[in-house]
């Protein structure tokens, strides 16, 4: 069951720069400068323009695929901002077999089909990825904003109707795309030959003062693919509830 927690956490789920050589003219050097600045004014943008709160609650399906192995369940999520995640996870119309909690150095769960409780810090995402886990990477995930892009130098590409923003170093090849109304439509990352996520967002409800995905495909190779598929049927925002978590035997 820890195993099920897990995946859904990592979805819901919850997965550089290029030094210029002397010899080219500064032309070419300002160009570089230019479309550096226009990454960074396109990622301020996007900044300004994220869905955002204090406090989440949303309800959702889940599908997940891994080879031969399929499974739907239903999740509902609680979030204080930037504190701690709260989700509960039942099979379709059916009672809830685990809870998870996860505050930034922790991740609690609760097997209620085996009634058991188990604690772990974030290094426990290093069975399932070779990539940073923690809590803000989840909450960013649920939220709908680009994984991984603090301290990221990016490339910039404008086309007809999208921002094409790409980074590389030695660890990372990270790439999105955003709309002109700089929401992210996808997102493609690679840690290592084995190890990517794929990321698809599409039914931007516009109910909310800044519009919310609806629809989420995470794609995740390490190196089998497991595809998720989140579709949200409610979601409230900036109503304050309450996060219970009582663990068997305590």
């Known amino acids: 069951m820890i195993r099920i927690a897990a995946i859904c956490c990592s979805v819901i789920l919850f997965l550089g720069s290029c030094h210029t050589p002397a010899s080219i003219t500064k032309t070419a050097a300002e160009s570089d400068i230019l479309a550096s600045t226009r990454s960074e004014a396109v990622i301020d943008s996007m900044k300004k323009n994220a869905f955002s709160f204090d406090w989440f609650s949303g309800k959702s399906k889940v599908s997940i695929a891994r080879g031969n192995d399929k499974m739907e ?25 685990a809870r998870v909690l996860l505050t930034k150095d922790s991740i609690r769960v609760i097997d209620r089909l085996n009634n058991r409780y188990y604690s772990r810090d974030y290094s426990f995402f290093k069975s399932y990825t070779t990539l940073p886990v923690t809590l803000e990477i989840i909450q960013d995930l649920i939220e709908g904003q680009p ?104």
């Open 73 to 97: 369940v239903t999740a509902s999520f609680r979030i204080k901002n930037d504190s701690a995640i709260w989700i509960s996870i039942s099979p379709a119309l059916g009672l809830e077999v």
């Open 147 to 250: 994984l991984f892009t603090k301290d990221k130098d990016f490339s910039f590409y404008k086309n007809d109707s999208t921002y094409d923003l790409k980074s590389e170093d030695s660890s990372i090849s990270n790439s999105f795309v955003l709309n002109r109304d700089f929401r992210i439509l996808n997102q493609k990352i690679h840690a290592d030959s084995s190890t990517a996520i794929s990321i698809f967002l599409d039914q931007y409800d516009i109910q909310y003062s800044v519009p919310f995905s609806l629809w989420r495909k995470i794609e995740l190779f390490n190196p089998e693919r497991t595809a998720i598929v989140i579709t949200f049927s409610k979601v409230n925002i900036n109503e304050p509830t309450t996060l219970p978590f009582n663990a068997p035997g305590q």
